[in-house]
């Protein structure tokens, strides 16, 4: 059996960043791809080379002696890499982002291919992304909740408001005189016995604007479950029932009259939008072009 140089970049990566994530995000490669290697070059010389901590990588007296030995010949060999391979062009980098998937369909996914950049997106549970951005596998995260993750940063930059809407060919003549009257133990009652659409095992918008407006959580059950908002937008498109959902997804079918705006709550229900990023990141420019991006679209919905 022979060690791999790969592993040895990988070693060095870690030894002189202190953490696995940092590392990956050095080498262009996944965070347990640099696990995968550290772990191969551990077995291939039988030493533990580095203590793992929640928060930094610490080399043992083994992985001192190690990195001693290995780095004047990996840096003659990186700089022969350097001087000896010609590239055609400049190679592209890859930014990883998660968000839900109303928010990419209506801001980003006209764009990408126009980007200069490789793209991938996530989506998915808001903790989860959380972590893989933290983990480096998420170069900028959109969502509504802030972390207090030491490593990572947020930025408010934009709010999306919790309202009532129904399809067109919906009666909300009732509804509409009860809200009037502000009759809130009537809407209420009222609202139980119609029908409803709501998300794939997410009713958090529901719950949330339930207890928002009438103080306690909703009894009942959404008589439709889809896959996602603008499912539900679309089935509400001219026809019955109720729903739940954020403004600026609505914006555009209320304006074309396929659905109805009902109710913004005696108390308004706001979610502050947020960046999430790594502090550090080598890819900062790349990211600061995609969030003008995603502000500008933002402020058009």
């Known amino acids: 059996m022979r060690w791999n140089l790969e592993w040895i970049r990988t070693f060095k990566a870690i030894y002189e960043t202190g953490t696995l994530s940092a590392a990956a995000q050095e080498l262009f490669i996944s965070q347990p791809g640099v696990s995968l290697h550290l772990n191969s070059l551990e077995a291939f010389t039988g030493y533990k080379l580095f203590d793992r901590s929640a928060r930094k990588m610490v080399p043992t007296e083994k992985g001192k002696i190690f990195y001693n030995y290995i780095i004047d010949p990996l840096k003659k060999l990186e700089k022969g890499e350097q001087y000896f391979h010609k590239r055609a062009k400049e ?54 909740r802030a972390g207090n993750q ?20 919906t009666d909300t003549t ?33 719950k949330n604007f339930w207890q928002n407006q009438f103080g306690e959580h909703p009894d009942f059950s959404p008589n439709y479950i889809v896959p996602n908002i603008s499912s539900i937008i679309r089935c509400l498109s001219n026809n019955n029932g109720y729903s739940i959902a954020p403004d600026f ?34 890819y900062q420019n790349e990211i600061e072009k995609l969030e003008t991006l995603l502000k500008t679209k933002w402020q058009c919905l």
């Open 91 to 144: 190679e592209r980098v890859t930014i990883s982002v998660g968000m839900c998937f109303e928010a990419f369909q209506y801001t980003l996914e006209e764009y990408i291919s126009k980007f200069p950049f490789n793209f991938i997106i996530k989506f998915g549970d808001y903790n989860q992304m959380q972590q893989d951005l933290d983990n480096g596998l998420l170069d900028l995260i959109v969502t509504p």
């Open 150 to 169: 030491k490593n990572l940063k947020y930025e408010a930059f934009s709010k999306e408001r919790i309202v009532l809407i129904a399809g067109s060919k």
């Open 174 to 206: 009732e509804i509409e005189q009860l809200i009037k009257e502000n009759k809130t133990k009537e809407i209420a009652s009222f609202l139980k016995n119609q029908l409803w659409y709501s998300v794939t095992n997410e009713m958090e918008h529901m």
């Open 249 to 282: 997804l609505c914006g555009e079918a209320i304006k074309d009259k396929k659905i109805k705006l009902i109710w913004e709550g005696n108390s308004i229900l706001e979610n502050t939008l947020y960046f999430g990023t790594r502090k550090k990141t080598i």
